[in-house]
């Protein structure tokens, strides 16, 4: 029995928010990527989309090792990498908008640990399926590097994930937590590379697997070219499908809301005015599609976004009225609060000052641990 121990939600390539390959995608490469897992076991599997992509893709050979710790240690690895195979096979063709899910293969690995996936592309990819916001660094190095311990043929890197969208282990646990967002869940605002987001806090305060199905700017109603499609659409695929979630966790709508309030958008513009009854109709749609599947369904309301981009009169107001509604309509199954535990004392329509990134929209490192006790009271 397997368990989804670390997920990302594929996107279409892009120009993204930071420099990345998805556009130009791979060819004649190694690309080494590096994952924290929530949970433990001793066989692992990974997941590997191609939703995006318009001609197949072509795995030459995949490996897997535990992650090297340490300043400096870069692409490094801590052991010969496991060689992974799909089917009994080396290599496989995932075809366009195909995905597949690869053999398990015997290595021990603990939660909370960093493990370490090599993919060697050796055909043309074409535009690569990809994650944008990773905060986490992966790399990039010419030819066959499967093998490669020390690192040093990986001379490029991004803070993107490509093609790898979930990892499972060997563990019989039904408990695991899929949080569903923006780029509040994404974790954007948390000191990159140090696995600071409110998932990885979430994970350590309870022990159970913790899903992260956040994509920066993402809507829950209309889809874009940068922030994936939109929330309605993509829960089955990014939570439902998943293994061993008995408990989803669901922030979304503030861009629904905030995106018109602000200056054009160069890939979300115009903008539509969205009204509460419509961000209410948006979630009740996601309730409506958990229901029956045995997962337990928490909404979250939206943090304070006063002084933001985001903000505005009308922002406000709609802001205001969906989480009276998440608070009191007794349609989740349970209700976290995010905006008072967030929220400044004196202005409670602001992040309080410790808790904000410096945008008065994303939280820091401490107010995402103050997220994760939120929601572990409720766990």
């Known amino acids: 029995m397997f368990t989804t121990a670390w997920t990302a939600s594929p996107q279409s390539p892009s120009t993204g928010f930071t420099p990345n390959w998805s556009q130009e995608g791979f060819w004649r490469q190694s690309l080494r990527q590096v994952v924290r897992l929530s949970a433990g076991g001793d066989r692992v599997r990974i997941r590997l989309s191609n939703a995006y992509g318009t001609s197949p893709l072509r795995i030459a050979g995949a490996t897997l090792a535990r992650t090297a710790t340490g300043a400096g240690a870069g692409a490094a690895v801590r052991a010969e990498p496991v060689r992974l195979t799909f089917g009994g096979a080396a290599s496989v063709e995932i075809p366009a908008r195909g995905k597949i899910i690869g053999d398990a293969a015997g290595l021990a690995v603990a939660a909370g640990e960093?493990?370490?996936?090599?993919?060697?592309?050796?055909?043309?990819?074409?535009?690569?399926?990809?994650?944008?916001?990773?905060?986490?660094t992966s790399y990039r190095g010419a030819g066959d590097l499967l093998a490669d311990t020390g690192g040093a043929g990986f001379d490029e890197t991004t803070e993107s994930w490509y093609f790898l969208t979930a990892v499972d282990v060997s563990a019989a646990r039904t408990d695991g937590v899929a949080l569903f967002g923006d780029s509040i869940t994404d974790g954007f605002g948390s000191t990159p590379g140090a696995n600071r987001r409110w998932s990885d806090a979430l994970a350590a305060r309870t022990g159970r697997p913790v899903l992260n199905a956040g994509i920066g700017g993402n809507l829950l109603l209309n889809d874009s070219a940068w922030?994936?499609?939109?929330?309605?659409?993509?829960?089955?695929?990014?939570?439902?499908?998943?293994?061993g979630v008995d408990t989803l966790v669901v922030l979304l709508g503030l861009n629904d809301i905030g995106f018109s309030e602000g200056a054009a958008e160069p890939t979300y513009w115009p903008a539509p005015r969205v009204?509460?009854?419509?961000?209410?109709?948006?979630?009740?749609?996601?309730?409506?599609?958990v229901r029956g599947r045995g997962v337990r369904v928490v909404g979250a309301t939206l943090l304070p976004f006063g002084g933001s981009d985001h903000w505005g009169e009308?922002?406000?107001?709609?802001?205001?009225?969906?989480?009276?509604?998440?608070?009191?309509?007794?349609?989740?199954?349970?209700?976290?609060?995010?905006?008072r535990a967030l929220a400044d004392p004196v202005a409670s329509e602001r992040l309080r000052g410790v808790y904000d990134f410096g945008d008065h929209?994303?939280?820091?490192?401490?107010?995402?641990e103050v997220m994760a006790e939120a929601v572990g009271v409720l766990l």
Do not use: M
């Not at 009308?314 to 905006?339: M, P, T």
């Not at 929209?361 to 995402?368: S, T, V």
């Open 361 to 368: 929209l994303h939280p820091n490192d401490l107010g995402y």
């Open 314 to 339: 009308r922002a406000a107001k709609v802001s205001h009225e969906f989480n009276e509604w998440v608070r009191c309509s007794g349609e989740y199954d349970g209700v976290v609060d995010l905006h």
């Open 275 to 289: 009204e509460v009854d419509e961000l209410i109709a948006g979630h009740r749609e996601l309730i409506r599609q």
């Open 227 to 243: 922030y994936g499609e939109k929330g309605v659409h993509r829960l089955e695929r990014d939570v439902l499908s998943l293994a």
């Open 114 to 136: 960093s493990v370490t996936v090599t993919l060697h592309l050796d055909a043309v990819t074409g535009p690569a399926t990809f994650h944008a916001q990773a905060f986490a």
